[in-house]
T-cell receptor
């Protein structure tokens, strides 16, 4: 059974803080993704990675960066959190041969005050 | 650029009634379409994909290239079908990204 875990279920941070969201998958998937999920806006891709140290911008990368030093771990970094980054953040992973089937983590609900 | 449109934010039906969740897409190539579902307090998960032409939990979806649609249908809705449904498009190739629609929240009333 594929397991994608995220470091926190709920997180509250102050404006201007540096925020790290961690995601770990245990199925040796090559691809990993970070989305934010907002009511009425659906899922929007922030960044994705198709290999260690490789990354590509998604649709809304502004204000975010990522790190993938190990295959199983993909970190999302908010360099200076702002209130408009309050959202649900979802991590996902997929196997390169079956790239359409993404396995999602439980999500991190981030509130920036 | 690819785009996925789900015109209904909310859809409410009664148990036993037919249900259709609409999805339209815009893509110049040969698309792969999928439906993902998120039940309350559960993770987002793949429901079905057009290539397999399978029925999952009684749901089916047919890709209509002429109308650029991939509507999700079920003849008799059940209360446990209440969930958020997302239509997604994979443009294929080396592009591993899925483009998701904004989602439709389905409520099946008793």
């Amino acid at each position: 059974d594929v397991k994608v875990t995220q470091s926190s279920r709920y997180l509250v941070k102050r404006t201007g803080e540096k925020v790290f969201l961690e995601c770990v998958q245990d199925m040796d998937h090559e691809n990993m993704f970070w989305y934010r999920q907002d009511p009425g806006l659906g899922l929007r891709l922030i960044y994705f990675s198709y290999d260690v140290k490789m990354k590509e911008k998604g649709d809304i990368p502004e204000g975010y960066s990522v790190s993938r030093e190990k295959k199983e771990r993909f970190s999302l970094i908010l360099e200076s959190a702002s209130t408009n980054q309050t959202s649900m953040y979802l991590c996902a992973s997929s196997f390169v041969g079956v790239s359409y089937e993404q396995y999602f983590g439980p999500g991190t609900r981030l509130t920036v005050t | 650029a690819q785009r996925v449109t789900q015109p209904e934010k909310l859809l409410s039906v009664f148990k036993g009634a037919p249900v259709e969740l609409k999805c339209n897409y815009s893509y110049s190539g040969s698309p792969e379409l999928f439906w993902y579902v998120q039940y309350s307090r559960q993770r987002l998960q793949l429901l079905l994909r057009h290539i397999s032409r399978e029925s999952i939990k009684g749901f089916t979806a047919d890709l209509n290239k002429g109308e650029t649609s991939f509507h999700l249908k079920k003849p008799f809705a059940q209360e446990e079908d209440s969930a958020m449904y997302y239509c997604a498009l994979n443009s294929g190739g080396s592009n591993y990204k899925l483009t998701f629609g904004k989602g439709t929240l389905l409520t099946v009333n008793p």
